[in-house]
């Protein structure tokens, strides 16, 4: 079974300590999400499973193996993406690919076919011959989500995957990240983006100043933490009476709360998933207000993150 | 939970195999990059400039005899190609992966850094051998036409050997340098000072003014590339200059031995290439 595992990890900076002996293990196939402000230390986390920076002290430990005192064992089957790498301008992806594939061990005669399908996959074969020292940010962002996808790892440590492509590229990853849930593998993936965590992750371990706040099922974290509501901002034609909204909108069935955010606006937090979301758009057409846009606002994940990370400010 | 298993197939390879590979992919990089057609251009257009020179003037440093010649012109250039060469490969082939982020594709996978390191060292120092056996080859050409076949000395191979050997402890001591700093213009810069003006003023400043063999210089261990085609071979040597104040100055040239320049270069070699090694293992990217 295929396991990450921070033991005590601490990664300091002088006086500054950047991670506070973190301690979190993530065994099987699936996909948690790694959420925290800018500086909490999730990409030093991620970086210390890779070998990019050293622990000050603690471990890292790579399916039990530790990263750095055995890192060519530790992650003989991880694939890595960590912020944007660059890749040597003069090559074609063909041959960057090559690099990292022959790198991991990829057998010689599979070496072709692989780069192929990865290159497919992440919708660049056009490219697969131009040198690299032309193409976008999200171009290059493509290649080396392409160069995990090599080895047929077990384990993925992606960080922030989605950085740098365009929406349309940005679908096709947690397309991609799903497809390799779908084939069992561990996928630890960090995101500033919740709804992407919210679409694609099973669990989710949010972390704030170096310290771990939760590591859990996306569903028992928001139960514990959110209080299960998730919130929708309607925009109406006309401004209504405010009796209206507190006497019969915010009783509603499933509704947890409805304010009015400015003359034509409304804020509701509802309690339930997509049914009821999409049954409370049906009684607010009915009551006849005028709905004229109707968009979530934020998520029950949204909601946890903004309730634990304002808890440690 | 479901169990989940990695692809059978993939065995990682050795790290023997490994450098190979780094050495394989930093090459091609190398031989397509701006600055090896840079460093061509220069090293060809330095031998263009000797062959119309020497065709021209004639000079009699050059055409006395073919040990001259070859003294002259190779022992008088080849180490200036060469530090031009580990410039140019070594100066960021290190402090690139970090300023770049180049480092960030390669070094998280399942290679140790000192793989990287050597296959790096290894390609650079298969370009830079390029561009310094290109200028061999010239250098021969025009020693052929000028004193034939028959005129290639013996002390040339020397020479060359020599200078191959001195190539790989610039190379050690530019990758040294590289691992040093995380920014490339830093680490060419101070590769560039101490290489082109650094050495030869520490070396001139104490053999000339204090008295004191500058052993501890790698440039003055260089010295056997081109004495090597000297004959006799030369040694030590005081120098005697009146003033208009009827002072006296006397200065000292020293001339390394052929050992005394194998330790030299040696020593740098393997020290450098250890402690470069030693500093990247430890260098963090962050």
Known sequence: ?313 | MVETQTNPNNTVPSSMAQIGITMKYTFLEYFRSRRFLILLTITLLIAAALTIVVAWRRPEGFLISNLGFYSSWWGNAVTFVIILSGIFFGGDAISGEFQNKTGYFGIPNPIRRSSIYIGKWLSAFLAASAIMFLFAVITIANGFYYFGSSGLPIQFVESLLLAWFYLAAVLGLTFFFSSMFKSSSISILVTVILLLFGFTLISTLVSNLVGYEPWFVLTYGAGIIGNVLQSPYPLHSLTTTATFAHRTITTTTFSATIPEGLAIIGLYFAVTAILGLVLFERKEFN
Not at chain 1, 17 to 36: D, Q, R
Not at chain 1, 124 to 135: C, P, S
Not at chain 1, 194 to 199: I, R
Request: charged content about 25%.
């Open chain 1, 1 to 313: 079974m295929p396991s990450i595992e921070a033991v005590n990890l601490t990664k300091t900076y002088g006086s500054f300590c950047a991670l506070s002996a973190l301690n979190l293990k993530i065994e099987g196939a699936k996909c948690v999400g790694f959420l925290g402000p800018n500086g909490a230390g999730k990409t030093t986390t991620l970086k210390m499973f890779t070998d990019l920076i050293r622990p000050s002290s603690g471990e890292a430990l790579i399916n039990g193996v530790n990263v750095h005192t055995e890192k060519k064992k530790a992650l003989e089957s991880v694939a890595t993406l960590i912020e944007t790498p660059e890749i040597y301008p003069s090559l074609t992806p063909r041959e960057a690919l090559s690099m990292i594939a022959e790198i991991r061990g990829v057998p010689t005669t599979e070496i072709k076919n692989r780069i192929e399908n990865a290159i497919a996959e992440v919708h660049m074969n056009e490219w697969i011959d131009k040198r690299v020292g032309k193409f976008s940010k999200g171009m290059k962002q493509r290649i080396c989500i392409a160069s995990t996808l090599l080895n047929d790892p077990c384990i993925l440590l992606l960080d922030e995957p989605t950085t740098g492509l365009d929406p349309r590229g940005m679908s096709e990853v947690r397309d991609i990240v799903k497809s390799l849930k779908s084939k069992n593998r561990l996928i630890f993936m960090s995101s500033h983006i919740l709804s992407e965590v919210s679409e694609v992750c099973d669990e989710v371990a949010m972390i704030d100043h170096g310290k771990l706040l939760v590591y859990d099922t996306i569903s028992n974290v928001t139960a514990k933490f959110s209080g299960g509501a998730n919130m929708v901002e309607v925009g109406l034609q006309h401004p209504i009476d405010a009796q209206l909204i507190t006497q019969t909108i915010a009783k509603l069935p499933d509704v947890v709360s409805a304010e009015q955010t400015d003359g034509k606006n409304l804020r509701i937090r509802f309690s339930g998933g997509l049914d009821v979301q999409e049954r409370l758009l049906s009684d607010l057409v009915k009551l006849n207000i005028g709905v004229i846009s109707y968009r979530v606002a934020s998520s029950e994940l949204e909601d946890v993150y903004l309730n634990l990370i304002k808890e440690t400010v």
